[in-house]
Protein backbone atom coordinates (compact mmCIF):
# COMPACT_ATOMS: atom_id res chain seq x y z
CA UNK A 1 0.00 0.00 0.00
CA UNK A 2 1.28 3.38 -0.98
CA UNK A 3 0.50 6.38 1.78
CA UNK A 4 -2.96 7.45 -0.04
CA UNK A 5 -4.33 3.41 0.79
CA UNK A 6 -3.16 3.02 4.40
CA UNK A 7 -5.06 7.06 4.94
CA UNK A 8 -8.15 5.76 3.05
CA UNK A 9 -7.71 1.98 4.71
CA UNK A 10 -7.40 4.05 8.05
CA UNK A 11 -10.82 6.30 7.18
CA UNK A 12 -12.67 3.02 6.39
CA UNK A 13 -11.35 0.73 9.49
CA UNK A 14 -14.21 -0.23 11.64
CA UNK A 15 -16.73 -2.45 10.16
CA UNK A 16 -14.51 -5.34 9.74
CA UNK A 17 -12.59 -5.14 13.67
CA UNK A 18 -16.59 -4.81 14.34
CA UNK A 19 -17.34 -8.21 12.74
CA UNK A 20 -13.93 -9.79 14.24
CA UNK A 21 -14.99 -8.20 17.87
CA UNK A 22 -18.49 -9.85 17.50
CA UNK A 23 -17.32 -13.46 16.46
CA UNK A 24 -14.37 -13.86 18.65
CA UNK A 25 -17.07 -13.89 21.10
CA UNK A 26 -18.92 -16.90 21.79
CA UNK A 27 -17.71 -19.04 18.80
CA UNK A 28 -13.90 -18.72 19.52
CA UNK A 29 -13.84 -18.02 23.50
CA UNK A 30 -16.33 -20.64 23.99
CA UNK A 31 -17.14 -22.78 21.01
CA UNK A 32 -13.41 -23.41 19.57
CA UNK A 33 -12.19 -23.86 23.03
CA UNK A 34 -14.30 -26.62 24.24
CA UNK A 35 -14.04 -28.50 20.83
CA UNK A 36 -10.26 -28.55 21.32
CA UNK A 37 -11.06 -29.65 24.70
CA UNK A 38 -13.27 -32.13 24.06
CA UNK A 39 -12.14 -33.35 20.75
CA UNK A 40 -8.23 -32.48 20.23
CA UNK A 41 -8.02 -31.55 16.56
CA UNK A 42 -11.44 -33.60 15.28
CA UNK A 43 -13.33 -30.85 14.37
CA UNK A 44 -10.35 -27.97 12.98
CA UNK A 45 -11.01 -29.08 9.66
CA UNK A 46 -14.78 -28.11 10.19
CA UNK A 47 -13.66 -24.56 11.61
CA UNK A 48 -11.09 -24.09 8.71
CA UNK A 49 -14.51 -25.01 6.45
CA UNK A 50 -16.50 -23.09 7.63
CA UNK A 51 -14.93 -19.87 7.81
CA UNK A 52 -13.69 -20.46 3.87
CA UNK A 53 -17.05 -21.27 3.01
CA UNK A 54 -18.72 -18.24 4.68
CA UNK A 55 -16.74 -15.85 4.32
CA UNK A 56 -18.29 -14.40 0.57
CA UNK A 57 -21.57 -13.86 2.77
CA UNK A 58 -20.21 -11.58 4.95
CA UNK A 59 -18.03 -10.40 2.29
CA UNK A 60 -20.97 -9.17 0.79
CA UNK A 61 -22.60 -7.04 3.40
CA UNK A 62 -19.75 -4.62 3.15
CA UNK A 63 -19.65 -5.18 -0.81
CA UNK A 64 -22.98 -4.06 -1.29
CA UNK A 65 -23.17 -1.11 1.33
CA UNK A 66 -20.33 0.28 -0.64
CA UNK A 67 -21.59 0.01 -4.50
CA UNK A 68 -25.38 0.91 -3.61
CA UNK A 69 -24.98 3.14 -0.67
CA UNK A 70 -27.88 0.88 1.19
CA UNK A 71 -27.92 -1.52 3.74
CA UNK A 72 -28.44 -5.44 2.73
CA UNK A 73 -32.02 -5.12 4.40
CA UNK A 74 -32.87 -2.37 1.53
CA UNK A 75 -31.64 -5.12 -0.64
CA UNK A 76 -33.90 -7.54 0.79
CA UNK A 77 -36.79 -5.45 0.32
CA UNK A 78 -35.76 -5.11 -3.62
CA UNK A 79 -36.35 -8.71 -4.01
CA UNK A 80 -39.68 -8.68 -2.58
CA UNK A 81 -41.48 -7.74 0.69
CA UNK A 82 -41.76 -11.56 1.04
CA UNK A 83 -37.87 -11.56 1.37
CA UNK A 84 -38.04 -8.82 3.98
CA UNK A 85 -40.80 -10.42 6.03
CA UNK A 86 -38.79 -13.92 5.87
CA UNK A 87 -35.53 -12.28 7.71
CA UNK A 88 -37.61 -10.18 9.89
CA UNK A 89 -38.91 -13.73 11.06
CA UNK A 90 -35.66 -14.47 11.31
CA UNK A 91 -34.05 -12.32 13.13
CA UNK A 92 -37.00 -12.42 15.52
CA UNK A 93 -36.16 -16.27 15.86
CA UNK A 94 -33.34 -15.77 16.53
CA UNK A 95 -32.47 -12.84 18.38
CA UNK A 96 -33.95 -13.54 22.33
CA UNK A 97 -31.16 -16.76 22.31
CA UNK A 98 -28.16 -15.55 20.03
CA UNK A 99 -28.50 -12.42 22.40
CA UNK A 100 -29.03 -14.46 25.56
CA UNK A 101 -26.32 -16.82 24.88
CA UNK A 102 -23.59 -14.06 24.25
CA UNK A 103 -24.44 -12.30 27.58
CA UNK A 104 -24.56 -15.44 29.64
CA UNK A 105 -20.84 -15.77 28.40
CA UNK A 106 -20.05 -11.82 28.81
CA UNK A 107 -21.56 -12.15 32.71
CA UNK A 108 -19.70 -14.74 33.94
CA UNK A 109 -16.56 -13.11 32.99
CA UNK A 110 -17.71 -9.67 34.94
CA UNK A 111 -18.55 -12.38 37.31
CA UNK A 112 -14.92 -13.10 37.86
CA UNK A 113 -13.39 -9.87 36.71
CA UNK A 114 -14.64 -8.07 39.80
CA UNK A 115 -14.96 -11.00 42.06
CA UNK A 116 -18.91 -10.15 42.64
CA UNK A 117 -18.99 -13.80 44.05
CA UNK A 118 -20.89 -13.18 47.69
CA UNK A 119 -21.58 -9.65 46.33
CA UNK A 120 -24.68 -10.23 44.15
CA UNK A 121 -25.92 -13.59 41.97
CA UNK A 122 -25.30 -14.21 38.86
CA UNK A 123 -28.48 -13.70 38.28
CA UNK A 124 -28.40 -9.90 39.12
CA UNK A 125 -25.19 -9.56 37.26
CA UNK A 126 -27.01 -10.50 34.08
CA UNK A 127 -29.62 -7.77 34.69
CA UNK A 128 -27.13 -5.36 35.48
CA UNK A 129 -25.26 -6.36 32.36
CA UNK A 130 -28.17 -5.70 30.30
CA UNK A 131 -29.24 -2.54 31.77
CA UNK A 132 -25.30 -1.10 30.81
CA UNK A 133 -25.48 -2.42 27.27
CA UNK A 134 -29.11 -0.91 26.49
CA UNK A 135 -27.73 2.15 28.65
CA UNK A 136 -24.81 2.94 26.04
CA UNK A 137 -27.08 2.25 23.53
CA UNK A 138 -30.14 4.66 24.05
CA UNK A 139 -27.68 7.55 25.31
CA UNK A 140 -25.81 7.20 21.58
CA UNK A 141 -21.93 6.25 22.63
CA UNK A 142 -21.25 3.60 20.68
CA UNK A 143 -18.86 5.71 18.97
CA UNK A 144 -16.31 5.69 22.18
CA UNK A 145 -17.18 1.71 21.81
CA UNK A 146 -16.17 1.56 18.77
CA UNK A 147 -12.51 2.89 19.53
CA UNK A 148 -12.51 1.06 22.61
CA UNK A 149 -12.57 -2.23 20.86
CA UNK A 150 -10.01 -1.58 18.30
CA UNK A 151 -7.84 -1.58 21.55
CA UNK A 152 -8.92 -4.24 23.52
CA UNK A 153 -9.56 -6.40 20.43
CA UNK A 154 -5.44 -5.76 19.88
CA UNK A 155 -4.98 -6.51 23.76
CA UNK A 156 -6.91 -10.06 23.64
CA UNK A 157 -5.02 -10.59 20.21
CA UNK A 158 -2.17 -10.51 21.06
CA UNK A 159 -1.98 -12.36 24.49
CA UNK A 160 -3.91 -14.95 22.70
CA UNK A 161 -0.51 -15.05 20.37
CA UNK A 162 1.49 -15.07 23.32
CA UNK A 163 -0.57 -18.04 25.10
CA UNK A 164 -0.44 -20.05 22.13
CA UNK A 165 3.13 -19.67 21.88
CA UNK A 166 4.16 -20.39 25.06
CA UNK A 167 1.40 -23.50 25.00
CA UNK A 168 3.42 -24.72 22.15
CA UNK A 169 6.64 -23.87 23.41
CA UNK A 170 5.61 -26.10 26.62
CA UNK A 171 3.98 -29.02 24.95
CA UNK A 172 0.73 -30.66 25.20
CA UNK A 173 -1.02 -32.57 28.22
CA UNK A 174 -1.27 -35.76 25.87
CA UNK A 175 0.11 -36.73 22.80
CA UNK A 176 -2.83 -38.45 21.71
CA UNK A 177 -4.16 -36.32 19.33
CA UNK A 178 -7.06 -36.78 17.24
CA UNK A 179 -7.37 -35.17 13.81
CA UNK A 180 -9.98 -36.80 13.11
CA UNK A 181 -13.45 -38.77 14.58
CA UNK A 182 -16.24 -40.38 12.26
CA UNK A 183 -18.38 -40.02 15.16
CA UNK A 184 -18.82 -36.55 13.49
CA UNK A 185 -20.58 -38.70 10.88
CA UNK A 186 -23.11 -40.73 12.79
CA UNK A 187 -26.04 -38.21 13.05
CA UNK A 188 -27.26 -40.47 15.71
CA UNK A 189 -23.98 -40.24 17.97
CA UNK A 190 -23.85 -37.27 20.59
CA UNK A 191 -20.94 -35.41 18.90
CA UNK A 192 -23.01 -34.39 15.95
CA UNK A 193 -25.73 -31.69 17.22
CA UNK A 194 -22.04 -29.69 18.52
CA UNK A 195 -20.57 -30.08 15.31
CA UNK A 196 -23.47 -28.44 13.42
CA UNK A 197 -23.54 -26.23 16.90
CA UNK A 198 -20.08 -25.56 15.72
CA UNK A 199 -20.46 -24.50 12.58
CA UNK A 200 -23.49 -22.53 13.25
CA UNK A 201 -21.37 -19.85 14.84
CA UNK A 202 -17.99 -19.96 13.37
CA UNK A 203 -17.30 -17.65 12.66
CA UNK A 204 -20.59 -16.13 13.60
CA UNK A 205 -24.36 -16.43 12.09
CA UNK A 206 -24.49 -15.65 8.51
CA UNK A 207 -27.97 -13.65 9.02
CA UNK A 208 -25.35 -11.17 10.97
CA UNK A 209 -24.13 -10.27 7.91
CA UNK A 210 -26.80 -7.42 7.19
CA UNK A 211 -25.17 -5.99 10.35
CA UNK A 212 -21.68 -5.37 8.47
CA UNK A 213 -23.31 -3.15 6.02
CA UNK A 214 -25.19 -1.24 8.64
CA UNK A 215 -22.24 -0.57 10.22
CA UNK A 216 -20.22 0.51 7.01
CA UNK A 217 -22.84 2.97 6.39
CA UNK A 218 -22.69 4.15 9.96
CA UNK A 219 -18.72 4.32 9.66
CA UNK A 220 -19.05 6.24 5.94
CA UNK A 221 -21.60 9.03 7.76
CA UNK A 222 -18.82 9.03 11.34
CA UNK A 223 -15.60 9.33 9.22
CA UNK A 224 -17.07 11.66 5.90
CA UNK A 225 -15.45 9.05 3.52
CA UNK A 226 -17.45 6.91 1.21
CA UNK A 227 -14.80 4.66 0.26
CA UNK A 228 -14.82 2.53 -2.79
CA UNK A 229 -15.81 -0.95 -2.93
CA UNK A 230 -12.62 -2.60 -3.35
CA UNK A 231 -11.37 -0.30 0.10
CA UNK A 232 -14.28 -1.07 1.90
CA UNK A 233 -13.92 -5.12 1.05
CA UNK A 234 -9.84 -4.95 1.91
CA UNK A 235 -10.92 -3.38 5.42
CA UNK A 236 -13.46 -6.23 6.31
CA UNK A 237 -10.88 -8.55 4.72
CA UNK A 238 -8.38 -8.21 7.64
CA UNK A 239 -11.17 -8.34 9.99
CA UNK A 240 -12.38 -11.56 9.20
CA UNK A 241 -8.44 -12.63 8.40
CA UNK A 242 -8.06 -11.66 12.44
CA UNK A 243 -11.05 -13.62 13.31
CA UNK A 244 -10.20 -16.71 10.97
CA UNK A 245 -6.49 -17.05 12.23
CA UNK A 246 -8.11 -16.82 15.93
CA UNK A 247 -10.35 -19.51 15.94
CA UNK A 248 -7.57 -22.14 15.93
CA UNK A 249 -5.56 -20.80 18.35
CA UNK A 250 -8.70 -21.10 20.87
CA UNK A 251 -8.42 -24.48 19.42
CA UNK A 252 -4.77 -25.57 20.25
CA UNK A 253 -5.73 -24.25 24.13
CA UNK A 254 -8.27 -26.25 24.75
CA UNK A 255 -6.57 -28.88 22.80
CA UNK A 256 -3.12 -29.02 24.61
CA UNK A 257 -3.64 -27.64 27.72
CA UNK A 258 -7.19 -29.81 28.98
CA UNK A 259 -7.35 -33.03 26.24
CA UNK A 260 -6.09 -35.89 27.89
CA UNK A 261 -5.93 -33.95 31.49
CA UNK A 262 -8.69 -36.09 32.59
CA UNK A 263 -10.47 -32.71 33.47
CA UNK A 264 -13.29 -30.60 31.56
CA UNK A 265 -14.67 -26.73 31.20
CA UNK A 266 -17.26 -26.51 33.25
CA UNK A 267 -20.55 -25.97 32.00
CA UNK A 268 -21.92 -22.96 34.21
CA UNK A 269 -20.72 -19.31 32.85
CA UNK A 270 -18.55 -18.17 35.74
CA UNK A 271 -16.76 -21.44 36.31
CA UNK A 272 -16.59 -21.55 32.22
CA UNK A 273 -15.16 -17.81 32.13
CA UNK A 274 -12.84 -18.62 35.30
CA UNK A 275 -11.34 -21.90 33.00
CA UNK A 276 -10.70 -19.40 30.21
CA UNK A 277 -8.93 -17.16 32.23
CA UNK A 278 -6.65 -20.06 33.32
CA UNK A 279 -5.95 -21.32 30.22
CA UNK A 280 -3.99 -17.91 29.60
CA UNK A 281 -2.84 -17.18 32.76
CA UNK A 282 -1.33 -21.04 32.38
CA UNK A 283 0.72 -20.45 29.50
CA UNK A 284 1.93 -17.13 29.76
CA UNK A 285 2.08 -16.57 33.64
CA UNK A 286 0.30 -15.45 36.73
CA UNK A 287 1.13 -12.19 36.39
CA UNK A 288 -1.27 -11.99 33.12
CA UNK A 289 -4.18 -12.63 35.22
CA UNK A 290 -5.65 -9.00 35.46
CA UNK A 291 -5.05 -7.84 32.14
CA UNK A 292 -6.23 -11.31 30.67
CA UNK A 293 -9.75 -10.89 32.80
CA UNK A 294 -10.26 -6.97 31.95
CA UNK A 295 -9.45 -7.90 27.48
CA UNK A 296 -11.40 -11.40 27.91
CA UNK A 297 -14.20 -9.60 29.27
CA UNK A 298 -14.15 -6.44 27.36
CA UNK A 299 -14.31 -7.98 23.87
CA UNK A 300 -17.19 -10.07 25.13
CA UNK A 301 -19.14 -6.90 26.27
CA UNK A 302 -18.26 -5.29 23.07
CA UNK A 303 -19.61 -8.71 21.35
CA UNK A 304 -22.69 -7.80 23.54
CA UNK A 305 -23.54 -3.84 23.13
CA UNK A 306 -22.61 -5.13 19.00
CA UNK A 307 -25.30 -7.78 19.39
CA UNK A 308 -27.63 -5.14 21.05
CA UNK A 309 -26.89 -2.43 18.33
CA UNK A 310 -27.01 -4.94 15.49
CA UNK A 311 -30.58 -6.77 16.91
CA UNK A 312 -32.17 -3.28 17.31
CA UNK A 313 -30.21 -1.38 14.51
CA UNK A 314 -31.59 -4.08 11.55
CA UNK A 315 -35.73 -4.41 13.17
CA UNK A 316 -35.39 -0.52 13.11
CA UNK A 317 -34.46 -0.18 9.54
CA UNK A 318 -37.17 -3.30 8.89
CA UNK A 319 -39.80 -1.28 10.68
CA UNK A 320 -39.34 2.20 8.31
CA UNK A 321 -38.84 -0.33 4.84
CA UNK A 322 -42.39 -1.59 6.14
CA UNK A 323 -43.52 1.82 6.45
CA UNK A 324 -43.93 2.03 10.26
CA UNK A 325 -42.05 4.72 10.77
CA UNK A 326 -42.37 7.94 9.52
CA UNK A 327 -38.55 9.07 11.29
CA UNK A 328 -35.74 10.24 9.53
CA UNK A 329 -32.71 7.60 9.24
CA UNK A 330 -30.39 10.26 10.87
CA UNK A 331 -32.84 9.84 14.20
CA UNK A 332 -31.59 6.41 15.05
CA UNK A 333 -31.13 6.92 18.67
CA UNK A 334 -33.92 9.13 19.23
CA UNK A 335 -36.44 6.79 17.46
CA UNK A 336 -38.98 5.01 19.40
CA UNK A 337 -38.68 1.91 17.48
CA UNK A 338 -34.95 1.57 18.34
CA UNK A 339 -35.51 1.95 21.71
CA UNK A 340 -38.51 -0.01 22.01
CA UNK A 341 -36.64 -2.66 20.02
CA UNK A 342 -33.53 -2.74 23.29
CA UNK A 343 -36.14 -3.18 25.50
CA UNK A 344 -37.96 -5.60 24.13
CA UNK A 345 -34.61 -8.03 23.35
CA UNK A 346 -32.94 -7.18 26.34
CA UNK A 347 -35.95 -8.49 28.32
CA UNK A 348 -36.37 -11.44 26.27
CA UNK A 349 -32.82 -12.51 26.33
CA UNK A 350 -33.10 -12.26 30.01
CA UNK A 351 -36.47 -15.19 30.02
CA UNK A 352 -34.31 -16.70 27.88
CA UNK A 353 -31.15 -16.97 30.62
CA UNK A 354 -33.83 -17.88 33.39
CA UNK A 355 -35.00 -20.63 31.40
CA UNK A 356 -31.65 -22.36 30.89
CA UNK A 357 -30.54 -21.65 34.46
CA UNK A 358 -26.38 -21.77 34.61
CA UNK A 359 -26.55 -24.63 31.73
CA UNK A 360 -24.15 -22.28 29.44
CA UNK A 361 -23.18 -25.32 27.18
CA UNK A 362 -27.30 -25.75 26.26
CA UNK A 363 -27.77 -22.67 24.95
CA UNK A 364 -25.09 -21.90 23.24
CA UNK A 365 -25.77 -25.14 21.24
CA UNK A 366 -29.27 -24.27 20.77
CA UNK A 367 -28.35 -20.71 19.77
CA UNK A 368 -25.77 -21.53 17.20
CA UNK A 369 -28.29 -24.86 15.75
CA UNK A 370 -30.88 -22.45 15.38
CA UNK A 371 -28.40 -19.99 13.36
CA UNK A 372 -26.83 -22.40 10.92
CA UNK A 373 -30.81 -23.52 10.18
CA UNK A 374 -31.02 -20.67 8.76
CA UNK A 375 -28.03 -19.53 7.61
CA UNK A 376 -28.29 -21.05 3.95
CA UNK A 377 -31.48 -18.70 3.00
CA UNK A 378 -29.53 -15.62 4.09
CA UNK A 379 -26.25 -16.55 1.74
CA UNK A 380 -28.79 -17.43 -1.31
CA UNK A 381 -30.29 -13.20 -0.88
CA UNK A 382 -26.83 -11.66 0.27
CA UNK A 383 -25.65 -13.90 -3.33
CA UNK A 384 -28.07 -12.76 -5.56
CA UNK A 385 -27.82 -8.68 -4.56
CA UNK A 386 -24.21 -8.78 -5.41
CA UNK A 387 -24.92 -10.44 -8.59
CA UNK A 388 -26.85 -7.66 -9.35
CA UNK A 389 -24.31 -4.81 -8.84
CA UNK A 390 -21.88 -2.97 -11.69
CA UNK A 391 -19.81 -5.20 -13.04
CA UNK A 392 -17.04 -3.64 -11.64
CA UNK A 393 -18.46 -4.46 -8.53
CA UNK A 394 -19.52 -7.83 -8.93
CA UNK A 395 -17.51 -10.47 -6.91
CA UNK A 396 -14.82 -12.26 -9.35
CA UNK A 397 -14.79 -15.95 -10.65
CA UNK A 398 -13.13 -17.34 -7.42
CA UNK A 399 -15.46 -15.76 -5.00
CA UNK A 400 -18.39 -16.92 -6.99
CA UNK A 401 -16.52 -20.49 -7.02
CA UNK A 402 -16.56 -20.50 -3.30
CA UNK A 403 -20.23 -19.00 -2.81
CA UNK A 404 -21.76 -21.72 -4.83
CA UNK A 405 -19.26 -24.34 -3.01
CA UNK A 406 -20.92 -22.31 0.30
CA UNK A 407 -24.39 -22.74 -0.51
CA UNK A 408 -24.12 -26.46 -1.00
CA UNK A 409 -22.43 -26.84 2.36
CA UNK A 410 -24.77 -24.43 4.07
CA UNK A 411 -27.86 -26.52 2.89
CA UNK A 412 -26.34 -29.87 3.01
CA UNK A 413 -25.79 -29.71 6.45
CA UNK A 414 -28.65 -27.97 7.72
CA UNK A 415 -31.31 -30.51 5.72
CA UNK A 416 -28.83 -33.63 7.20
CA UNK A 417 -29.39 -31.91 10.69
CA UNK A 418 -33.04 -31.55 10.23
CA UNK A 419 -33.18 -35.88 9.04
CA UNK A 420 -30.90 -35.74 12.38
CA UNK A 421 -33.78 -34.58 14.78
CA UNK A 422 -35.52 -37.58 14.35
CA UNK A 423 -33.54 -39.62 16.40
Known amino acids: MNKRKYQNFFKTLGPGLLFASTAIGVSHLVQSTRAGADYSFGLLWAVLLANLLKYPFFEYGSRFAASRGIS ?87 STLVAVASTLWRGPQSNDFIWFDSRFFHISDPAFPFLIALMGWMPTAVDLSAWNSLWTLERQKESGYKGSPQETVREFRFGYIVSALLAPCFMILGAYLVYGSGSSLPNSSVAFAGSIIDLYTESIGKWSTLIISAAAFSIMFGTSIGVFD ?27 SYQLMLIVLGLGALIVIEAFGTSLRALVDFATAISFLVAPIIAYANFRLVQALPPADRPGKVLRFLSYFGLIFLSGFSLVYLYSLRY
Request: positive net charge; aromatic residues 12%.
Open 310 to 336: GYARSAHRVWELLGQSKQKKDALHQSR
Open 72 to 158: LIDGYRELGRGMLILYLLITAGTMFFVTAAVGAVTAGFLYQLFALEGLISLSTTNYLLFAICMGILLLGQYKALDRLIKIVGSVLFI
